[in-house]
C-alpha cells in the first residue's frame, strides 16, 4: 500500500508541474496594433478575429506579416501553438511562420486549396518550398489549433486539432535546418484568415485532466484510511 501511495504522489506531482508549466503567450493582439510588425496593407487587428480575449489578426490578400523582437523569439527545441480560423469560405492558405527574420520564415500550412497540412521553406518570403503534406479537410468559421513541435536538430512536427484544442485531427512530419530561431509570422490569402493567441511551452491541460492528479491523491488516502 505504501508503494501505491507513493505511485500516486508521484503522478499526482507530475501532472501539477504539468500544469505550473503551462504555455507562455507570444501574442494575444491585446495591443490593439501591429506596431512591432513587419506589414503590407493587408493585415488589420479586429475583435471579430478573436479567438480570446477582445482581439485578434485577420489576414487577406497575398502579404506576410513577421515580427522579430526580444517578446517574439522562438527556436529549435520549442513547442508552438496557433488559434486559426477560415472566415467565410474555407478556401486558400493560411500560413504561421516560425525562426521568422528579415532573411525569410519556415511555415506550418492550412491549406484547403490542395486539401492538406503542410511545412514550408520560405525564404525571403518570396520562395514557398514544400517539405511536406498530409491530407486534410477543413471547415468555414471553425477554430482549428495548429501546434508545431520544432525539433532540435530539424525535426518538424505538425498537429492540427481540433475547435476544442485537444481532439487530434491530423499529423504531418518534415525536417529543416533552414532557420533555426527568429520571430513569428502570418500570410493568408482568399478569404479572411483570423489568427490569435500564439503560444509556446506545454500545452494547458483539459479541466478533466487538471482534477485527475488531486483525485488520484484523495483516493489513495481513503484507502490507507480505510486499511487503519
Known sequence: MKRLVQLV?????????AVQAGA????GFESGNL???????????TTGAAHNDTYGLEAYSQGW????????????GDVLSVWIRFSGSA?????????????GTLSFVLAPNTGDILFQENSGYTTYTQ????????????????QVDWGIGGNLTGRLYDSD???LLNTVNSFSNLYTSGGIAFRGFGATKEFDTVTTGAVPLPASLLLFGPGLVG?????RRFRK
Open 91 to 103: 478556401d486558400a492558405r493560411a500560413y504561421f511562420g516560425f525562426g521568422a527574420s528579415s532573411a
Open 24 to 27: 507562455a503567450l507570444i501574442e
Open 9 to 17: 504522489l508521484v503522478i499526482a506531482l507530475a501532472f501539477g508541474l
Open 131 to 146: 517539405l511536406n503534406a498530409s491530407p486534410q479537410s477543413f471547415l468555414a468559421d471553425h477554430w482549428y489549433r495548429a
Open 65 to 76: 506579416a513577421y515580427r522579430n523582437d526580444s517578446g517574439a523569439q522562438v527556436a529549435q
Open 219 to 223: 483516493l489513495a488516502a481513503a484507502k
Open 165 to 167: 484544442g485537444t481532439t
Open 35 to 45: 506596431n512591432n510588425y513587419t506589414f503590407g496593407n493587408t493585415f488589420a487587428v
